[in-house]
């Protein structure tokens, strides 16, 4: 992982704590395990989670470009890169709720772009800021679901991320 993807993770992270998602994934625990797990994972959920929950996965960034400006004594190097970002959500069904568990994730998936981008009616709430460099954009790649089990289903979000990156200062 390179400074802008530990960079991107912590700023996703900061997004999604700041919104309403943990609450909104949370009411639908059976039980309450509010300070035992998260709802939002780096590439596996712990044992024993509570369900629904997402998990995060990050690709190999892109390069995009490069460059390199003059500050009067300081040099830099930068790179806009392009990070996939994939939010799977998983979800199963719920006593005492009527919706499947197909319902149930695809309505987590509809919070998450209300977050990030990509829902059709809501411009995005959640404000994802670099510690080094700038976000630029968030562009919404698709959307779709998959059945997992019987009673599970998983829907995946799928975001490219635009950084602008400092990689040297000479």
């Known amino acids: 992982m390179s ?7 912590k700023a996703i992270l900061t997004a ?4 309403s998602l943990p609450a909104t994934f949370k009411a639908l625990w059976s039980t309450s395990y509010s300070t035992e797990f998260f709802t939002l994972h780096d590439e596996e959920a712990l044992e024993g989670q509570p369900w629904p929950y997402c998990v995060l996965d990050e690709f190999a960034p892109t390069l995009v470009s490069r460059m390199s400006g003059d500050q009067g004594d300081i040099v830099t190097k930068r790179e ?7 939010f799977n959500i998983w979800a199963r ?3 005492g709720d009527s919706r499947t568990s197909k ?19 809501t411009a995005p709430t ?3 800021t ?3 460099g700038k976000h630029l954009i968030t562009q919404h790649i698709m959307d779709f679901g998959i059945k997992a089990g019987d009673q599970e289903h998983q829907w995946i979000v799928d975001y490219n991320f635009r950084l602008d990156v400092p990689v040297a200062i000479a």
Not at 16 to 19: C, G, I, L, M, Y
């Open 126 to 128: 959640g404000t994802v």
């Open 93 to 95: 069904d719920i006593d």
């Open 80 to 86: 806009i890169r392009d990070v996939r970002i994939r």
């Open 16 to 19: 999604w704590e700041a919104s």
């Open 103 to 121: 319902e149930i994730a695809a309505y987590l998936a509809e919070e998450v772009m209300k977050v990030f981008g990509g829902h059709p009616a």
């Open 130 to 132: 670099l510690t080094h």
């Open 3 to 9: 400074v802008s993807t530990a960079d991107l993770w």
